[in-house]
């Protein structure tokens, strides 16, 4: 096999053929319009366009950072799980919500996704009379939130 | 929808129903315009023009129509906004005159509203344009200044004998913080967005630390430039009436004291210096701004733009609108709940 005959187009992944789409859009299609709508159109697809593009190009890395920090944070959460007490103040009425935790910890560890995780952020509230500050900061403030931070950080390098 | 079919025939029938109204013949519109700003109601500006006898005469109307895919649908109809303006019409703040509200859709296809068109213009302080033109009233003075007071008329008025009772009366307590909540987690959970972890926990932060007051105020909702009409220096009138609610004063306060609306700089709504507008709205009002306050309701309007911006996209993923700018607003829900995330300090 060789020669010109077996000569293959250069490949053009997706994501690189949205930013060029979106170059078009920017530079030749937007400009030549005069009315009003469509010209915003025009440009607002290639801001789109473009996002998407890069969305697309890290989709891959994210994925698997992703996956791989909701498995750590579903590890320390089960960790934490045996040492949630009550709150030595919190009253009768409001006990069984360290319970309501545990469970949504136990659910987000086997389906780890955001469904999952949000449940856990409201067990934390629903909690809250009850857990003791210091708990309550540990699990929420200075766990959870440190996997929501980088999760949102790198939605950012193409939502921005 | 088709944008262009929508420009062409819908002017004629906009004459017919004007001239009806009017009870008048040869009615011709000029000066006809639809404003591409805005997401919710498609806005249209004009001069009627007819002859009484030999005089001629000529009426300058705005004219917002429902297009039924409108951003804040669920929360804020025409006709709402109709009623706002008819019981503001005698007060002392600057609003456009309501004159007629449809809710018969074989007229234009669509619920609308026909009001004053009043002189003024409204520059986007998101353009260069707008900024420059605030910088240079800035400077000048007296439209800052102008800014400040109707906002101050507008929280002094007296909206039990405006008749505007009927847009809910918070209790004493947290209610007013907690009906906002509640009214943006419904647009949230209607838009069918992804769940969003940081959503949650600005939604459980904002309900563990709703503020009391016991205040209440008419509060617009949207109070900054952009929203209003400006006429030699002064505000014209006050527009955008979809979120207006009965409730907490600081609720707009913060919305003029937030960083979203500064476009990078200094000055608040890009015209307003802080120290300035501490000073005369407080004095103006005798309502004590407190910035604890404030900064409560700024992570509220995060919460609202995580709204605003979930809604928005649905519609577009959801096929009933084919504005682009809606599908660009995927990409606002990351951008404000990073901003969500800082306010709860992470």
């Known amino acids: ?160 | 929808m088709n944008e262009a079919k929508v420009n062409d025939d819908i002017v004629p029938r906009i004459r017919d129903y004007v001239a009806g109204r009017l009870g008048a013949r040869d009615v011709t519109l000029e000066l006809v315009e639809r404003i591409a700003v805005g997401w919710s109601h498609e806005t249209w500006l004009f001069d009627a023009v007819w002859r009484d006898g030999s005089v001629q005469r000529r009426l300058g109307l705005c004219l917002r129509r429902d297009p039924g895919n409108a951003l804040l649908r669920h929360l804020s109809t025409l006709e709402t906004q109709f009623k706002v303006l008819q019981c503001l019409e005698h007060t002392a703040l600057p609003t456009p005159k309501p004159y007629w509200y449809e809710s018969d859709t074989s007229i234009l296809d669509a619920p609308f509203l026909v009001m004053e068109k009043v002189a003024g213009t409204c520059p986007s302080p998101w353009g260069r344009d707008g900024r420059a033109f605030y910088a240079a009233a800035a400077k000048r003075g007296v439209l800052p200044n102008s800014f400040t007071r109707t906002l101050a008329t507008l929280h002094t008025l007296d909206w039990r004998a405006a008749g505007l009772g009927f847009l809910g009366i918070p209790a004493p307590g947290k209610s007013f913080a907690q009906r906002e909540i509640a009214k943006w987690r419904e647009l949230i959970a209607v838009s069918e967005h992804p769940p969003e972890p940081i959503l949650t926990d600005l939604i459980g932060w904002l309900e563990e630390n709703a503020p009391p007051t016991d205040r209440v105020c008419l509060v617009h909702g949207a109070y900054r430039t952009g929203n209003l009409l400006i006429h030699g220096d002064r505000v014209s009138a006050v527009l955008d009436w979809e979120l207006q609610v009965l409730g907490d004063p600081l609720y707009d306060v913060a919305y003029v004291l937030s960083d979203l609306n500064r476009e990078g700089t200094p000055l608040l709504s890009n015209l307003v210096d802080r120290d300035a507008f501490f000073r005369d709205y407080e004095g103006a009002t005798g309502i004590a701004i407190d910035e604890n306050v404030c900064r409560y309701y700024n992570a509220l309007y995060a919460m609202r733009s995580v709204a605003f911006w979930m809604s928005a996209s649905g519609l577009y993923a959801s096929g009933m609108s084919n504005d682009i700018r809606l599908a660009r607003t995927a990409y606002s829900v990351p951008d404000v709940l990073d901003r969500a995330a800082k306010e709860l300090g992470y």
Do not use: W
């Open chain 1, 1 to 160: 096999m060789g020669g010109a005959a077996t000569r293959r187009a250069p490949v053009v992944n997706a994501g690189e053929l949205l930013q060029r789409i979106a170059q078009t859009l920017r530079n030749d299609v937007g400009p030549a319009v005069d009315a009003e709508y469509p010209k915003t159109q025009a440009f607002m697809a290639a801001v789109v366009l473009q996002k998407l593009g890069r969305e697309l190009a890290l989709a891959d890395g994210h994925r698997a950072a992703d996956a791989t920090e909701l498995r750590a944070l579903a590890d320390d959460l089960v960790r934490a799980r045996g040492t949630l007490r009550p709150d030595a103040g919190s009253s009768q009425a409001t006990r069984g919500g360290s319970a309501n935790v545990a469970a949504a910890i136990d659910r987000f560890a086997a389906m780890l996704d955001q469904e999952s995780l949000c449940g856990v952020i409201e067990s934390l509230y629903a909690a809250r009379a009850e857990l003791d500050a210091a708990q309550f900061d540990a699990l929420l403030g200075r766990r959870v939130r440190r996997t929501l931070r980088t999760q949102i950080d790198r939605r950012l390098e193409f939502a921005k």
